[in-house]
């Protein structure tokens, strides 16, 4: 699943990442719906549950039966379905499952991955080399996501070269992937194209994916940015729902009817019907009890011409 020069490919988060902070819980029902009408649409990447402890993040318990509600589906061999995985006992877990992915977490600073993962960067390092080819073996896409790439919530600036050792370690222990992700929506265009450069220089052939939040209003800014620097594998969450329970004031994900009207009106190719986003947040935001806060959603894509 690679995507050429004038293509993104979007990995769609909303039923991981989106759902699991939402004020709303949805039922296991809604979320196959959500990730039905996803798929739909040409997403057909997606991060759909999270094997960690349910006593700690509620709202992603039905992780199995959510992997599972999907497995009869006709178009199933078609889709890449993705597991957030942060210990060897949620990889368990994922690998009894018919998941294609696992999403390992690193975060880049010691305060942030004792609260997410309750273990040190360092201990999130060996956990991650030591998943990551049990995964291959069983045929698994092994990704790593660096969170708090560019900010801690806790600890504040994230140095770059702090950064650049984890992605280096982990490119040499045999990942397929490394997302670099701005979990708490600190980045500008300026940090995106230093710290893209400065990860790419040290891990070779390694792909590169970019995660981000809309926190302060310049995801959409970094998601271009990392583009135009090489990056063609970008996540985002329908109607830009979206937090982190242990990142305090995290907003939503960028958007991704927003994404995809930024990228194909700037020539980029997503596979994505856009209309058939635009009704999928509609829905959503009708099942949230709020609407969504994309904007593209509420003004809709590029005029027809047809109106009187
Ligand atoms: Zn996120």
Request: glycine share 10%; with cysteine.
């Amino acid at each position: 699943m690679s995507a050429a020069a004038d293509e993104v490919q979007i990995v769609e988060v909303s039923a991981r990442d989106g759902l699991q902070n939402d004020p709303a819980v949805l039922a296991t029902a809604d979320k196959l719906e959500l990730i039905r009408r996803t798929l739909g649409a040409g997403l057909r990447r997606q991060e759909v549950a999270s094997f960690v402890n349910p006593a700690r993040v509620p709202r992603m318990a039905d992780a199995e039966d959510v992997v599972a509600g999907l497995a009869g589906d006709a178009e199933r061999d078609a889709w890449s379905l993705i597991g957030l995985v942060l210990n060897t006992r949620g990889f368990e877990r994922a690998a009894r499952t018919r998941i294609d992915e696992v999403n390992l977490v690193v975060a880049a600073s010691d305060a942030f991955s004792e609260r997410n993962q309750g273990m040190s960067v360092d201990a999130a390092i060996r956990y991650a080399l030591e998943v990551a080819p049990l995964a291959r073996a069983a045929g698994l896409v092994a990704t790593v996501t660096v969170s708090t790439s560019y900010g801690c919530p806790f600890e504040g600036e994230v140095p770059v070269g702090r950064l650049v050792s984890i992605a280096e370690r982990l490119a040499a222990g045999g990942v397929d992937e490394i997302a670099i992700a701005d979990t708490i929506g600190v980045a500008v265009p300026a940090d995106v194209r230093e710290r893209t450069a400065a990860v790419r220089a040290v891990t070779g052939e390694v792909r590169l994916r970019a995660h981000f939040h809309n926190t302060r209003n310049t995801g959409y800014a970094n998601a271009l940015a990392a583009y135009e620097a090489g990056v063609h594998v970008l996540d985002s969450s329908l109607g830009g729902i979206g937090g982190c329970p242990f990142a305090p004031r995290a907003t939503g994900n960028i958007a991704t009817e927003d994404l995809v009207y930024l990228l194909e009106r700037s020539g980029v190719r997503t596979g994505v019907d856009l209309d058939a986003l635009i009704a999928a947040s509609e829905w959503l935001g009708g099942l949230l009890g709020r609407p969504t806060p994309s904007l593209v959603s509420k003004a809709g894509g590029f005029p027809s011409g047809a109106a009187a």
